[in-house]
């Protein structure tokens, strides 16, 4: 069987090994004679599993003493609501940079929680088409907390640096591009992630949040919706999406065992350059709707002349067994994803192909 050549943007391709190991252990696991599907959450072996996704998370991100790892369901959109309902209370703002159509989305979900503000939008520019300079925020000294979307997947913009934002909490959604590379989680009150794109399976999310903003959260809400009740039951409130735990904790080990984050840093550097490489060369035939500063080392957007050639890539990709490279529907063009599972290897397919189709 030949294994897709996939450019999905979510969700995404993962990794073989870490898939492998589920079809090995998929009706027992560690001797148990059970699937981790039927296991008891509050039992042994699914409770080693647990400790070791979040330590995994707490090894590769150098996650420091002063923050909790919790690991939640309802993927990134429900931590677009859970945040303010958290850390917005009444008689405060919260301050937003709008950098394309989900940090739109969790501003929205701010408004409806409480005050928010924009600090900055590249709306108007290029449609999302760059990423605030530090000197075009417009931030409150005063505010909550300043939210970003650290990889615009759909845009195909990044933060390479992330803003100064002085000593209101920082809080990214960093579903498409969490450890892509190693950062200083310690400049971060929270910083969220549906696991779909670089971690594992979808529906779960994981959350990196500084325990004094759990501890100054609202207590006034449902407790499944307060972090605290998930920070003091080691995200075992509830039965947690066990299985998606359990692929967590194989991608994360494949991670650690290909060199960690610095390594996958590099391999995903050499992809983006092997695309934007074809897409630089003379003649305009791949265009890049976006600044070259802001360009995404995730998901990688270009258009083309006409819908009709456009149409006749997706067909030839298809042809070579290349899948999900398809615009976003809001913004049409083409879209290559190349999350930390993408090989190497499917990238040069990709860039060889689309050198071959230009010529
Ligand atoms: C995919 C994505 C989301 C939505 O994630 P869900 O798990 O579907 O809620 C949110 N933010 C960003 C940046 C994304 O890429």
Do not use: C
Not at 294 to 309: C, G, H, W
């Amino acid at each position: 069987m030949a294994r897709a050549i996939n450019f999905n943007p979510g969700p995404a391709a993962l990794p073989l090994a870490a898939l492998e190991r589920a079809q090995k252990e998929l009706i027992d696991l560690s001797g148990t004679g059970m699937s981790v599907m039927e296991h008891s959450h509050r039992g042994k072996a699914y409770e080693a599993v647990h400790n070791e996704a979040i330590a995994l998370v707490r090894e590769l991100l150098g996650v420091p003493d002063s923050h909790d790892v919790l690991l939640l369901q309802g993927g990134a959109s429900l931590q677009f609501a859970m945040v303010p309902m958290n850390l917005l209370p009444a008689g405060k703002s919260a301050d937003y940079i709008l950098t394309g159509s989900w940090s739109q989305k969790a501003y929205k979900e701010g408004k409806a929680v409480g005050t928010v503000r924009v600090a900055a939008t590249t709306e108007k520019d290029k449609k999302f088409g760059r990423i605030p300079e530090q000197k075009e925020l417009d931030l409150d000294p005063n505010a909550a907390y300043v939210h970003i979307t650290s990889n615009n997947t759909i845009a195909g913009t990044q933060w390479h640096e992330f803003p100064n934002v002085g000593n209101v909490p920082l809080v990214a959604d960093m579903s498409s591009d969490i450890m892509w590379r190693p950062i200083d989680v310690s400049k971060f009150g929270v910083i969220y992630a549906g696991a779909q794109k670089n971690l594992g399976p979808s529906g779960l999310a994981v959350v990196i949040i500084r325990k004094d903003l759990v501890a100054a959260g609202r207590s006034d809400i449902p407790a499944i919706l307060q972090y605290r009740t998930h920070a003091d039951n080691k995200s075992l409130y509830n039965t947690p999406p066990t299985f998606g735990v359990y692929m967590l904790r194989n991608v994360l080990d494949e991670l650690k065992k290909a060199g960690g984050l610095a390594a996958v840093e590099r391999t995903n550097r050499e992809k983006a350059k092997l695309l934007y490489d074809v897409i630089d060369e003379r003649n305009d035939f791949y265009v890049s709707p976006v600044e070259k500063s802001a360009r995404s080392t995730m998901n990688v957007v270009f258009t083309l002349k006409t819908p009709e050639l456009e149409a006749e890539f997706l067909s030839e990709a298809q042809k070579r067994g290349m899948v999900g490279l398809k615009g976003h529907r809001s913004v049409g063009g083409m879209r290559a994803s190349i999350y930390n599972a993408v090989t190497l290897e499917w990238v040069k397919a990709l860039a060889d192909f689309m050198r071959e189709f230009k010529r």
